[in-house]
């Protein structure tokens, strides 16, 4: 499998060799979406709590009598039927929403989705990307060089340096990760990858 390498200028250069098995899988979108579903809901924090009727501070008298007014019957305020009363099936805040995915199943997700990338033409390959200082304005420039413009783009380089991380903060359209820290959803929500030479090594030697 070949990666088509970027120079600066956002001019292809040369082409890299890659793992087949990495960035020449076919795709899978039942897999993808089961993973990407996985990781979104293992990020669930759980902890919405909402109160049952036992719990709402209300006065548990009957508000009438049972009969003779017209209305319908009502036992207590805290009903879930009465407009400030509990939630019937309430959130404890205890919930556990994990799904489980299998380290194989992981592994063939997050190539499906690179080999996706590559063949639509989404994934290109830098030599490098520094900064020489932490300043915005040059990461700014430096994306436009590779033709990128004001799109969304996703980084992922071998080793986060800390002028690039500190130029990057300040651009709502650009996420710079490490090989390690890149998921699936971030590849899924941008349109457009870079990685550089160190950094697809490195996910060959993770996923391969």
């Not at 076919?26 to 036992?54: F, I, M, W």
Request: proline share 3%.
């Amino acid at each position: 499998m070949e990666l088509k390498v970027i120079n600066n200028q956002g001019q292809s250069t040369s082409n890299l060799n890659a793992s087949d098995e990495v960035f020449g899988r076919a795709y899978n979108e039942d897999l993808v979406h089961q993973l990407v579903t996985a990781y979104q809901a293992n990020a669930r924090a759980g902890n919405s709590k909402q109160k049952s009727r036992c719990e709402i501070a209300k006065s548990t008298r009957k508000p009438f009598a049972q009969k003779g007014t017209g209305r319908a019957r009502a036992g207590m305020a805290s009903s879930p039927i009465w407009r400030g009363g509990g939630k019937i099936f309430p959130n404890t805040g205890e919930e556990n929403y994990t799904q489980k995915v299998n380290r194989k199943m992981y592994r063939a997700g997050f190539a499906a989705i690179l080999s996706k990338l590559v063949s639509e033409n989404r994934l290109v390959v830098v030599d490098d990307l520094t900064v020489d200082s932490p300043k915005t304005k040059l990461l700014a420039q430096k994306i436009n060089g590779l033709g990128f413009g004001s799109g969304r783009v996703l980084i992922i380089t071998d080793s986060m340096d800390e002028n690039l991380y500190l130029s990057s903060r300040n651009l709502p359209n650009v996420l710079v990760l490490e090989a390690y820290q890149a998921d699936p959803v971030s590849l899924v929500r941008f349109p457009s990858v870079v990685v550089t030479r160190g950094a697809v090594a490195k996910i060959e030697e993770m996923f391969a």
